[in-house]
């Protein structure tokens, strides 16, 4: 990465976390990888070093100007760690000389944790495969990215930290409309860093079955049965009625052309409002089905690039001192970001890496970050097994219990594994 391309900019997608960054709010997510054997921490070591080299723009300090904040290259190493009993935990990445991401060790797993003010998940997930990448060619794997992952020992590519969203933003196109605020839960919250993570594993086909037979896809069917899920959750807890929304972020990159390494992600969020009438799952899952066929569709997706965009490139916003910016920042992140939806869900698919890597690697993790909605959901599929995490920040665990015994009842084999007490 050229000197003069630094200090750059934070993309529109990070701008709002800085300002809400908190131990309750920490912004950072989890990609992980089971290997085939113990991690050995010394190469590990080596092969982040590789990589850091090799993603300068990851290896950048957050420094506050008067109008924004922006990044600046840091030479301070990034050292392998220690897991530990909570994922996702606070990194003070305000503070000079602290990277926003870590790489952690225990057993057989590598672990990238990383502040959504760097990347998105796909960003995330191509960063850690490119560590896997260097660390079994360390091992003696003659690995060949064959362009499918990123190479370790290659040049960096000027498009792997474009600002997407101002590449593909179009003047004249109009923003798209608002919505009214969404059913929350809530309950008794924990004390960070207490972040409990419910894992659910069932059989990829079989899940590509049931979601063949009613001829929608894996992500369609998930997200429906979660609204459904919530639907009945409402029900049992006597709640009145409102809108039940689930937040899916968007890979970007597949409806515009980019190879950003960095944020490129905006979400939609298909749902039900249950002051109309009554749904069943059915016709949750028609609607689900309709609602994204109509909104993937890159002249729709602009509008939400023009509308997020339009804010960042007003003049008077761009000259209001930051100061004044970061509350007013929080509360539009709440007004118009967390308000709407009731239950946040990434799905990556299913994680391809080329064939001389596929023996050592067992399985991948995705857990999402800390969410003072109380949930968030993920969802990540390799070697025939997917998985589904329930991230909560709340001692209640009634919507993630009713969900997995949801997939039970309609013919899926789940294994749980949970860091709950």
């Known amino acids: 990465m050229p000197d003069e391309e630094l200090p750059y900019q934070l993309d529109n ?6 300002g809400m960054l908190s131990p309750r709010r920490t912004t950072v997510f989890r990609i992980a990888a089971t290997i085939d054997e113990p991690v050995v921490v010394s190469r590990l070591q080596t092969a982040l070093d590789t990589m850091v080299e090799r993603c300068p723009y990851y ?38 000389g602290v990277i926003p991401l870590r790489v952690l060790a225990y057993r057989n797993r590598i672990s990238l944790e990383i502040s959504h003010i760097l990347t998105d998940g796909t960003g995330a997930l191509t960063f850690l495969n490119g560590l ?36 593909h933003y179009r003047k004249g196109i109009p923003k798209a409309s608002r919505t009214d605020r969404a059913l929350h839960f809530g309950g008794k919250a924990v004390h960070p860093p ?27 069917f998930l997200t429906a049965l979660m609204i459904d899920t919530a639907r009945m959750e409402m029900i049992a807890r006597g709640l009145p009625p409102k809108p039940i929304r689930v937040a899916i972020p968007i890979n970007l990159r597949r409806y515009f052309p980019s190879r950003t390494m960095r944020n490129f992600v905006l979400s939609v969020e298909p749902g039900i409002d249950p002051r109309l009438g009554e749904f069943d799952f059915d016709d949750i899952l028609a609607k689900v089905h309709h609602f994204m066929k109509i909104e993937l569709d890159n002249r729709y997706i602009r509008r939400q690039i ?38 946040g869900f990434s799905n990556l698919g299913r994680v391809t890496i080329p064939p001389e890597m596929r023996p050592y690697v067992t ?31 709340i001692h209640d665990r009634s919507l993630e219990t009713r969900f997995f015994r949801r997939l039970r009842k309609i013919g899926l084999a789940v294994s749980i594994v949970t860091n709950r007490r």
């Open 13 to 18: 997608a990070a701008l709002i976390f800085p």
């Open 306 to 343: 023009v509308r997020n965009l339009r804010g960042e490139l007003n003049l008077f916003i761009r000259i209001v001192p930051l100061v004044l910016k970061d509350p007013v920042l929080r509360w539009m992140y709440s007004a118009f970001g967390t308000s709407q939806f009731t239950i």
């Open 59 to 96: 290896r950048v300090d957050l420094r506050r100007g008067l109008f924004w904040y922006y990044f600046e290259y840091t030479d301070t190493p990034v050292r392998v760690e220690a897991d530990s009993r909570y994922p996702c935990m606070y990194i003070p990445f305000k503070k000079r």
């Open 132 to 167: 896997l990448v260097e660390y079994f060619r360390l091992r003696g794997v003659d690995v060949d990215p064959d362009g499918t992952l990123i190479d370790p020992r290659g040049a960096v590519d000027p498009e792997e930290y474009e600002d997407s969203f101002r590449t």
């Open 194 to 220: 207490e972040f409990y993570v419910t894992e659910g594993t069932v059989s990829s086909s079989e899940l590509r079955r049931l979601a063949k037979d009613r001829d929608v896809t894996i992500g369609e």
């Open 363 to 393: 399985s991948y993790q995705f857990i999402p970050p800390p969410h003072n909605n109380a949930l968030n959901t993920t969802s990540i599929s390799y070697g025939g097994k997917t998985k589904i995490v329930f991230a909560s920040t």
